[in-house]
């Protein structure tokens, strides 16, 4: 069986998304494509070796005869298109985040199970092997009760124009840094965890940047079975050299990564070392939604986790604005 795939958004997210495709032609083909600037249509459609052009998503969806939907709009736009999508029977890949309110998370989540389409929230952090290897690891008890976790994801945004165009405005974003970049180590911290979370307090910068939200995020996550969560995020800078991708404290040992490598010492000091080979997180996300499709299996996350998510981080910013800890259960 091959998928037909419709694109959603042309802009410069969907160029991994359409090389990750391009790898798996038995599998998957990217059909037809929307986007309101032509050309980003057109230079899409070229890359796939060809594709129906549409400017209008709703058209695509209604007419292209595709199977699936990838949407890699600007944030403000997901849920318009997730629910079109979801309301055709079409199974959906989603660029993160799911959405930018819980409004728009609720009318998801009964859409998507009014329908029964598959929805894959692209979490593609998720595929790097050691965090598979780490996911496993605390699941099986080798560290015991986790007492705490850590994750991080901060570079050196240079901005994509004075204002840094969509994502400057809070409207369009949902938020700043922390729900664009910030999204990924929040849904790694919310997959490594042992229980889901329950409270949240942060504190939020703008050093550099030139943008209405925050350029830099710290979060602290309090999961239901005590254990607490810490989040580092930012474009201001590149994080020091000894800052890991994933780290977790517990009673029997620790484990941490920088990514690639993956570290885990007993309690007793003995260190266990595995290294993974390096691997390309977004081809292998489109390539394991197509498998949930043909297969019919659950992604790693779908928009129940994608709400989690969201609401870790929409809780952040009620922390910041009330100057407080804020429980979920109230979001």
Known sequence: MTVNVGLIG?????????????????????????????????????????AQIFSDYRELIATAGVDAVDIC???????????????????????????????????????VQDTGVTLMCAHNQLFMPPVAKARELIQSGALGK??????????FNRGLHADMGWRGSLETAGGGELIDTGYHPTYLLLHLATAEPVEVVA????????????????????????SVGNIV????????????????????????????????????????????????????????FISCITEGRRPLNTEVEGVHVLKVILGAYASVREKRVISLADL
């Open 10 to 50: 042309c802009g410069g997210i969907s160029n991994p998304h359409v090389r990750g495709y391009l790898e798996i032609p038995d599998k998957a083909k990217v059909t037809a494509v929307a986007d309101v600037v032509e050309a980003n249509a057109r230079a899409r459609a070229e890359q796939v070796g060809g």
């Open 73 to 111: 709009l600007p944030h403000h736009l997901h849920a318009d298109a997730i629910i079109a999508a979801a309301e055709a029977g079409k199974h959906i890949l989603c660029e993160k985040p799911l959405c930018i309110s819980t409004e728009e998370a609720d009318k998801i989540t009964k859409v």
């Open 146 to 155: 986790v007492y705490e976790l850590r994750t991080t994801d901060s570079f």
């Open 203 to 226: 504190m939020t910068s703008r050093h550099r940047l030139t943008m209405e939200g925050e350029d830099s995020a710290q979060v602290l996550v309090r999961f239901a079975d005590g």
């Open 233 to 288: 995020t930012s474009w201001a800078y590149i994080p020091s050299s000894n800052t890991e991708k994933f780290s977790v404290v517990g009673e029997h040992g620790t484990l941490w990564s920088d990514g690639r490598t993956l570290y885990h010492r007993t309690i007793d000091g003995q260190l266990t070392t595995v290294e993974f080979p390096e691997v390309n997180t977004i081809k292998a996300e489109v390539a394991d």
